[in-house]
């Protein structure tokens, strides 16, 4: 468990425009992981949606992985893994820009506003 001295840290670093110890919300003890709301079946499915979409790439099969991921990801939208795999798999194929916007639902999700 983060220190409030851990949290204000790092919201210098993810909010560098927000003043110093500005007042933004702080998550709960159990607010940590919003993919504990889902069904647990739907988390490990999507477990192995994404173990298996990484496999497909490191044996080059990028549209099979882009599949696997955007799956997982439709299992349990607010579990970030999937979001973070599919950015992953974008950059290996040079897509640069579709790994920002995609990515966009997992980041905005937090309840303290980041800038992007």
Same mark, same amino acid.
């Given at each position: 468990?983060?220190?409030?001295?851990?949290?204000?840290?790092?919201?210098?670093?993810?909010?560098?425009?927000?003043?110093?110890?500005?007042?933004?919300?702080?998550? &709960? =003890? !159990?607010?940590?992981?919003?993919?504990?709301?889902?069904? @647990?079946?739907?988390?490990?499915? +999507?477990?192995? *949606?994404?173990?298996?979409?990484?496999?497909? &790439? =490191? !044996?080059?099969?990028?549209?099979?992985?882009?599949?696997? @991921?955007?799956?997982?990801?439709? +299992?349990?939208? *607010?579990?970030?893994?999937?979001?973070?795999?599919?950015?992953?798999?974008?950059?290996?194929?040079?897509?640069?820009?579709?790994?920002?916007?995609?990515?966009?639902?997992?980041?905005?999700?937090?309840?303290?506003?980041?800038?992007?």
């Amino acid at each position: 468990m983060a220190t409030s001295k851990d949290e204000d840290v790092l919201n210098t670093i993810f909010n560098p425009l927000f003043p110093i110890g500005s007042d933004c919300p702080r998550l &709960a =003890e !159990n607010d940590g992981g919003q993919e504990l709301n889902a069904d @647990f079946e739907l988390i490990e499915k +999507a477990k192995e *949606l994404e173990t298996a979409g990484v496999k497909k &790439a =490191e !044996n080059g099969d990028f549209n099979g992985a882009l599949e696997c @991921f955007n799956k997982s990801i439709e +299992a349990v939208p *607010l579990r970030a893994s999937g979001y973070n795999n599919r950015a992953q798999l974008y950059r290996l194929m040079g897509k640069y820009m579709y790994f920002i916007i995609p990515s966009r639902p997992a980041i905005t999700s937090t309840k303290c506003p980041t800038v992007v």
